[in-house]
């Protein structure tokens, strides 16, 4: 279903997937191989679902959730980091990757995390995630 919207998108040129498994390719693969491009509504429909399963990562992240927040902190990069420890099993490099950050960029405690939750077009709930990516990750 991502793949098929993902390939529909014409403003996509090209995109990274992560296969793990050889379960995870063939499906992948029997993708490839079915693909007919989604309708409007199908695309608007996959939209609905992923902003209800309460994402942990915006892939349309570009900065504006902090900018919203009035914060220099990397509200999209520490929960892009949460993700890959919570839901990829990339524990220790979602730590490296956290550790590498500069203070600035991981202190978030004076953001206004409603107002970057209005402004992010995945409306993360920073306000949950924000602390469990600090308690996972620092």
Known sequence: MLLHAI???ERISSCCVSMKTFDQMNEDIHAAQTF???KAAELREIHEFFLA??????????????EAAGTGAALGELTRYLTYH????????????Y??????ARDWKDADLVAA???CPSHLDFADLLPRAERYLA
Do not use: F, I, V, Y
């Not at 399963?53 to 902090?66: E, I, K, Q």
């Not at 550790?99 to 600035?104: H, K, M, N, R, V």
């Open 99 to 104: 550790s590498a950050l500069p203070e600035s």
């Open 53 to 66: 399963s309460r994402p942990t990562m915006c892939a349309l992240c570009d900065g504006r959730c902090s």
């Open 7 to 9: 390939w529909t998108d």
């Open 117 to 119: 939750q209005d402004a």
């Open 86 to 97: 919570e839901h990829h099993g990339e524990r220790a490099e979602a730590r490296r990757l």
């Open 36 to 38: 007919q491009p989604l």
